[in-house]
């Protein structure tokens, strides 16, 4: 083998190498990013919402000018809700209960202020709420309220507030340090109450109460008012099934969906991290053909010099191996430097991800550590057979 050396090392072009290493480094970084990019943004759009089932859908309807000249309302009155209770697909259909009253708020996060501001509550019956019911109870009377926030709060807080002012950044795991008191205000009375934020939503775009604290606070701050739903929570039967969007297309309902939204976002980003990796294995794929061109010069620079070894008794075996062994190795050196430079890349923007949704799980970089195993094994298994063929065709030549 010490020959075969010798005759490889005579004719190495090394900006030929280097033009290989450069192109397969370029494609294997986009292959690996992309890939390990879908692996960890995927579940931020897949992850189910802690206090709301998927089979969950909240319903509204549609807002136009046509409602306006028609005077129609946009509330939901008994005859409506209970014509939709009856359709077959819907498991069970419950009520938005909003406050008739005022509510006045103060936030502050580790003794800092954060927010100053009225609000409006709403309900939903007891039984939509997934989650711990010891956490999710209301005594009239009592001081204490359990507090659902929509997520988009907790994002704005940690990619606005906290950010900008040096605050520490909130996960469910630290909703402790969420300090929220509530004013309410109505029938001549004021009270004040501890909001006890017990978690966030994906799906729910409002300030969510316990029923029980909704029915009791509107019967004693606003007893002489009453607004009918204009939403309602439904749990679906069969989420596929046609038959709702065409009963909510005929009664002019729109449903509030996120996890629709969620779904048609996956698969969007599914396609264009395809289409990211695509470029990328062409530009392998060329980085590839670029290296076995400069391996099939050299070979046929030693063309005469390799028959005489194959006339010697060397094996095609032994005198292909330098060559697989340089092709091995140029390949390896460009699976680590790609790992290397997919580390500052991969903290960059899951820095970002996890400002936006602190709950997403970090996950591992082991899906780019597969894949980049995996294709470099690919790319010098066909480097060397490659190798070796070009090696048999000089032997079957001496004959």
């Not at 799906?203 to 939403?231: C, E, G, K």
């Not at 909510?248 to 309902?253: E, H, I, P, S």
Request: aromatic letters at 10%; glycine letters at 8%; charged letters at 20%.
């Amino acid at each position: 083998m010490s020959l075969v050396w010798k005759l490889l090392r005579q004719h190495i072009s090394v900006p030929q190498f280097m033009g290989f290493a450069l192109a397969n480094l370029f494609g294997m970084c986009i292959v690996l990013v992309g890939y390990q990019f879908y692996k960890d943004v995927i579940p931020v759009f897949t992850s189910e919402d802690s206090f709301m089932k998927t089979d969950y859908v909240i319903l509204s309807k549609k807002i136009g000018m046509g409602n306006t000249l028609s005077g129609r309302s946009n509330a939901f009155n008994n005859s409506e809700i209970a014509d939709l209770a009856a359709q077959p697909f819907a498991a069970k259909v419950g009520k938005f209960t909003s406050t008739e009253y005022k509510v006045d708020a103060h936030m502050s996060v580790s003794g800092t202020d954060v927010l100053n501001t009225e609000l409006f509550f709403e309900s939903i019956p007891d039984e939509f709420v997934k989650g711990s019911t010891a956490d999710w109870s209301y005594t009239p009377g009592e001081k204490r309220v359990p507090i659902i926030l929509p997520r988009t709060y907790l994002t704005m807080y940690n990619f606005g507030f906290a950010r900008n002012r040096s605050l520490p950044k909130i996960s469910e795991g630290l909703m402790g340090l969420i300090d929220l008191d509530i004013f309410i205000q109505g029938n001549g009375r004021r009270e004040g109450f501890k909001g006890k934020v017990i978690g966030f939503s994906n799906r729910l775009s409002t300030i969510l109460v316990p029923q029980a604290f909704m029915d009791w606070s509107n019967a004693n701050f606003a007893p002489d008012a009453h607004s009918d739903a204009t939403r309602l929570v439904m749990q679906l039967d069969n989420p596929a099934d046609e038959n709702v969007t065409k009963y909510l297309d005929r009664k002019g309902y729109e449903m509030e969906n996120g996890q629709l939204e969620a779904e048609k976002t996956a698969r969007f980003l599914q396609l264009m991290i395809m289409l990211v990796m695509m470029v990328g294995l062409i530009i392998s794929a060329l980085s590839f053909y670029i290296l076995m061109l400069s391996i099939y010069l050299l070979v046929q620079k030693n063309a005469a010099k390799l028959e005489n070894l194959l006339l010697m008794g060397y094996s095609p075996g032994s005198i292909a191996r330098p060559y697989q062994m340089l092709t091995i190795g140029l390949n390896v050196a460009v699976l680590l430097i790609a790992w290397a430079l997919l580390l500052p890349v991969r903290s960059y923007y899951m820095e970002i991800i996890e400002a936006l949704f602190p709950n997403t799980d970090a996950g591992t970089i082991w899906p780019a550590v597969i894949l980049g195993i995996g294709l470099c094994a690919l790319v010098s298994l066909c480097n060397g057979m490659a190798i070796r063929h070009k090696i048999m065709s000089i032997w079957r030549r001496r004959d």
